[in-house]
């Protein structure tokens, strides 16, 4: 029997969870799966060996394993395989295939772009954005970002789009700010690169109600549910079956655990 489990980051903050979890069960309902489950990677129940556990008493034979992530960063390269391998230990029978994050999709700069119409902007408008990023250690994903900031930028036809990250990479996110106070334009949008609410979007409503400042900052709503979305999560389910299938080259996995 086919079975997906969906892996979310998961946060401290309750809301943040749920928002995952309500995103995953409305996609689930466009995916021809009979076994669906989600889980957390950290911070969260029910974690990875759970989450493989249920699977595997509802019948699962073969698993797609899906990170919901933005990037293909360390959670995604490192941190979740780590856990699966160790969840993983008593079930050797399982066949287990491990898809791909969201990564550069033009899907997402219409949501992207939809965030910042709901703060008043409009094409054209004279307004700077700054991007900001959860962060990492990875290279690759640093560079992501940055070609997505590009992306961004010619996509929604916007004068300028830096990029800021709230851990383990720069220019920090106050540091990002910072840059922003010198700008000419008249309002500067600062749109997160987050699928879900959590301390880190508190962080940044903080950072920017404390700003000493003559120039309006807007902050935008993080990413959250949205069919764009929803649309993508389905296609690295359906990519990953086919992977496991042999039907499709292997870029469309990241690990195989068989």
């Not at 995953?24 to 950290?42: A, G, N, W, Y």
């Not at 250690?137 to 640093?142: G, L, Q, R, T, V």
């Not at 069919?227 to 999560?233: K, P, Q, S, T």
Request: with cysteine; hydrophobic share 40%; glycine share 8%.
């Amino acid at each position: 029997m086919q079975g997906v489990l969906y892996i979310g980051h998961g946060s401290r903050v309750q809301e943040g969870n749920r928002q995952f979890e309500n995103f995953v069960k409305d996609t689930m309902s466009m995916i021809d799966i009979p076994v669906q489950e989600t889980c957390f990677l950290e911070l969260a129940d029910p974690g990875i060996s759970e989450g493989v556990r249920r699977c595997k008493e509802k019948g699962v034979t073969k698993l797609l394993v899906i990170p919901v992530l933005l990037l293909t960063a360390g959670h995604a390269k490192q941190d979740i395989p780590e856990e699966l391998r160790k969840a993983l230990v008593p079930y050797p029978e399982l066949e287990v295939s491990y898809g791909r994050p969201f990564g550069i999709e033009e899907k997402i700069f219409n949501v992207l772009e939809e965030r910042l119409r709901r703060e008043g902007w409009k094409p054209g408008d004279e307004a700077d954005v700054l991007l900001v990023g959860r962060g990492s250690s990875d290279p690759e994903a640093i560079e992501d970002f940055h070609t997505i900031c590009h992306k961004f930028k010619e996509f929604a036809g916007l004068s300028r789009v830096e990029a800021s990250f709230l851990a383990a990479a720069s220019p920090s996110f106050p540091e990002g700010l910072e840059v922003m106070k010198k700008t000419k334009a008249k309002t500067v949008y600062v749109l997160p690169y987050l699928l879900f609410t959590g301390v880190l979007i508190q962080e940044m409503e903080e950072a920017i109600s404390s700003l000493e400042t003559n120039v309006p900052f807007r902050l935008c709503s993080f990413l959250g549910y949205d069919h764009e979305l929803a649309d993508i999560l389905k296609e690295r389910v359906l990519e990953c079956k086919k992977a496991q299938e042999g039907k499709l080259e292997s870029h469309a996995v990241i690990a195989s655990f068989t």
